[in-house]
């Protein structure tokens, strides 16, 4: 599930060697330039803390209305499941680490734009909280982070869009037990085979099952008359191309609270992006994972390799003995040093979706693939929905909660994959290479 959308930036000659890349093949390190295929009005600004706002028509939706104006199936209470879903964070440096905040609440929505309508208006569709309430809310965190997911869906929708040429469907769909949320899907795409970006804010009382989860995680929670309120957001996206030498990426950032009986309120935040390529590209693994770090480093230096090990044990399907893709980052459970630094770093995060990705994107767009190297992709896709409904706990999570939207917890499969009995690769190849690192995890940067 995922959306992204990015904007015209015209300072892109500042953009550093390692944003795009430092090749690392046989050990001779070479500068990759930007790839000549990007629009001018689409290259990225160096460094993490690049706003990326919306400047163009491409893919953009007049609330609600996709290019085509066709809808799309949409999704529920995958946040819940998403935001229920983690490991306890136990390093003693994360919990007391030290981060920097970027901005106070009042600069924040200046340098974002200023007026919450005139921000909305680049949404796919209208946030699910009332304009009206967003904007007396604003210094809330549930108003904020409510922002900041709208803004990364729409930023990664328009940027795939302009990728591709087609447009997404567009689902802005409620939930009767509270809040709801936008579905975003292109299909059949001339670059995707499917790509989907999500939100959810929904709202209502925690089930038993959920508030046992949270508890097995180390949370203390006090309901009153055995009820927990709660609100979960998040904004989560897989996508799958067509070319086997384009990677699948995957990110999730999410919030979480619970109100208990006396009315204090638990929060967090968690999520994480990952890459999932078919075939080894060292210099696409250096450019995802370092921009993944300066993101991560502006706040902690722990973070980075911290969080790279825990998406390495995550996505791990343990019954093939092989982890999912090359990783990434993954956290959950992240209540300190404060609210404020937490949201700083899970906006530093949200905001390396289209840097760590489009550039892979453009750099294999018109690379030649043969069938064989397309039957290993849907061999690899059969992983990846093995991990998917085997492992996943949004996912598992998600399917035992009544009232969940299928489609949306669903749409992180491929619409197409392979299951060969007995499957190996020859001894030697490019996919027995790739095996190995999926059996060794490796530091890219």
């Known amino acids: 599930m995922s959306t992204m959308v990015f904007c015209c930036v015209n300072n892109a000659a500042r953009t550093t060697g390692r944003r795009f890349g430092m090749s690392r093949l046989k050990g001779r390190a070479r500068v990759v330039e930007p790839p000549s295929s990007f629009p001018a009005a689409t290259r990225f600004a160096g460094g993490t803390g690049a ?12 609330f609600g209305r996709s290019r085509s104006g066709a809808l799309a199936l949409g999704g529920a209470a995958a946040a819940v499941a998403a935001a229920a ?32 309508s005139e921000r909305c208006r680049n949404f796919m569709c209208p946030p699910v909280t009332g304009i009206d309430v967003l904007r007396e809310r604003s210094g809330e965190m549930r108003a904020r982070m409510e922002m900041l997911i709208m803004e ?39 670059v995707f085979e499917k790509a989907g970006v999500n939100v959810s804010v929904v709202s209502g009382h925690l089930t038993e099952e959920a508030a046992k989860q949270m508890r097995s995680r180390g949370k203390v929670l006090k309901g009153k008359d055995g009820k927990l309120p709660f609100c979960a957001m998040g904004v989560s996206s897989v996508i799958h191309p067509k070319n086997p030498h384009i990677p699948t990426v995957h990110f999730n950032y999410r919030y979480f609270e619970v109100e208990e009986e006396d009315g204090s309120k638990q929060w967090w935040f968690g999520g994480g992006t990952d890459l999932t390529p078919v075939y ?37 399907v343990r019954h093939r003995g ?19 630094e937490a949201f700083q770093f899970v906006k530093s995060c949200a905001r390396t979706v289209v840097p760590c990705y489009l550039p892979i994107i453009h750099k ?22 093995e991990f998917n409904l085997v492992y996943d706990r949004g996912v598992k999570f998600g399917l035992a909660t009544p009232g969940s939207r299928i489609e ?16 190996e690769p020859t001894k030697g190849s490019r996919e027995a290479e790739m095996l190995e ?7 890219w940067v």
Not at 160 to 173: H, N, S
Not at 182 to 188: A, E, F, K, P, R
Not at 322 to 340: A, N, V
Not at 437 to 443: F, I, M, N, Q, W
């Open 51 to 62: 706003r990326f706002m919306s400047h163009g028509a491409a893919g953009r939706t007049a």
């Open 85 to 116: 879903a983690g490991l306890l964070a136990n390093a003693d440096h994360i919990q007391h680490a030290e981060m920097a905040t970027e901005a106070s609440p009042a600069v924040e929505m200046k340098e974002s734009g200023g007026d919450i």
């Open 152 to 190: 990364t869906q729409a930023e990664f929708c328009r940027a795939l869009a302009e990728v591709d040429g087609g447009a997404f469907k567009v689902d802005r769909w409620e939930r009767e037990e509270g809040g709801g949320g936008i579905t975003c899907v292109m299909q059949d795409g001339q």
């Open 280 to 316: 080894i590209d060292e210099d696409d693994a250096f450019i995802f994972h370092s921009t993944l770090k300066e993101a991560c480093d502006k706040h902690h230096p722990q973070y980075y390799p911290d969080f790279k090990k825990w998406c390495d044990r995550y996505f791990y």
């Open 364 to 385: 294999h767009l018109k690379d030649s693939f043969t069938e064989e190297e397309k039957d290993w992709q849907q061999v690899r896709r059969g992983r990846y929905v």
């Open 408 to 423: 949306s917890i669903l749409m992180s499969l491929p619409l197409t994959a392979r299951w060969e009995y007995m499957h």
């Open 437 to 443: 690192v999926l059996r060794s995890p490796k530091e």
């Open 322 to 340: 092989e982890t999912r893709g090359i990783g990434g980052i993954f956290f959950d459970d992240l209540d300190s040093p404060s609210q404020e």
